[in-house]
């Protein structure tokens, strides 16, 4: 059914097109923007990306499901216009990412690990998430943190171990792949 | 690893996260680092997409014809599609008749915080306010496409998403900042006589009575509402801090601290007696003192030029 599509919009067919772009449209739309974070910014990507399927139909590959060509071009598209956008930032002098340090063989997946941490750090409720970071970023004992944000010692000891736990079930995943 | 980094690409794409977190991940994601990995992450992701068409994409479906210069086959449409389609055309021609109809009418949000109060807001472009006590920001539900404008009265801390296409812009009573994306913190109490905005990162442009002025990072612009007067200076101290319960003066006159603590606790200071001269402090609470401890710095400050009684929110401040 779909090859038959494929063959059609190889073939110029435009209405093989419509069907086409009907069935995935959506698709690329929503994964783009997965990426990017930006609406209005996927939907012209996502146009962009059914552009080309139509301008380079006579390069497709009839043999391949339509899915995982859409796939890559949606993934192409959205990683250059990062790239794009990464290169105006760093020319703007907004550049988050100057601290980035050459990852040695032993911290290969660090990066990895402090940005899912980071994700879900920041997920937290805001008191669970500032007793977090006085704890294990400023490397507070948990009665200065009691003292400081005028709380109980068991509050802080609390609201710890409930930011943990959330935390361990993904460090023991990595530890798992590590040992 | 393929797990973790499977786990981190889906928690990723679930739901918006920090501005922040946001780039560092995008970073990430086109580093050739461990590129297969990611991709078949990417596309269990894409398969795993839960899809539902709706009106709009035949409007990009029409847009697109535009583009490669092509028309919908109407002869095809009618004959196969059109019979299939009508039964849900008809109404949903009619909900999107309603929703035209409501587009026209987008809502406009009001956040406003009390004295003692702070809030932390997710605009719909993806940026976050921090609103510090006594302010109130004004925006639409749906920011236009060529304009992301929000109105401010008191302070606020901004991390704004980059979109170099949609200038972000914040209106105050005196000034107006424009950004196209960075973090700032803008302060415009109406009873206060200095309007003060700091920048920690990037650049914005400020403008301020007929002037336009551009801040570098940390930089901050104090505009006299008074005199109608501005200056650039370097920040001495980050009076951004406000967010993690920090209280910050710099430079200022007992008569403006005083302001910001009924501000910051919630009370209201009535004088016997005329508040003490120009004379300028700067001092940082850190640690969550309570207005008491406050008062009592500020005593010792002062050499003892005041007393105080309490009476709930109300304190009385004698001066000597």
Redesign the interface.
Known sequence: MEKEYIKELRDGDHKAFEKIFITYFKRVKLFICGIIKSEAEAEELAQDVFVRLWTNREAINTNNPIGAYLYTIAKNCAFNYLKHKQVEQTYLGYNPFDNKVPTPEEELYAHEMSLLVEMIVNEMPIQRRRIYILSREKGMSNRDIAEKLGISKKTVENQLSLALQKLRKIILLFLYFFL | ?K???H??IT???SK???P???????????DD??SQEK?KA??Q??EK?S????KA?YQ??K??NA??G?R??RS?FIKHTLPRVAAVLIPLLAIAGVWLYQSTHINMIEVVTLAGEQK?IRLP??STVWLNACSKINYHEKFS?SLRNVTLTGEAYFSV??????RFEVTTKDITVEV???QFNVKAYPDDELVTTTLT???VAVQAFEEKYTL??NQELVYNVANKSAVVQGISDNSTNWR??SIIFNELTMNQIFKELERRFDVKFNYIGTLLPDDKYSIKFT??ENINQILNVFQDVTSGGFTYTTNGKNIIITIK
């Open positions: 690893m797990n973790y980094i786990e981190l928690r990723y794409f918006r996260h920090n922040e977190t946001e780039i560092k991940i995008q970073q990430w994601l086109i680092e461990f991709d990417l596309s992701v894409w997409l899809v539902k068409n709706d994409v990009s479906l847009e697109i583009k490669i092509m919908s086959y095809w932390e472009d993806g496409d998403v980059r979109n170099a296409r949609k196209l994306g960075t990162i990037g650049k570098r990072s993690d319960g640690n969550k």
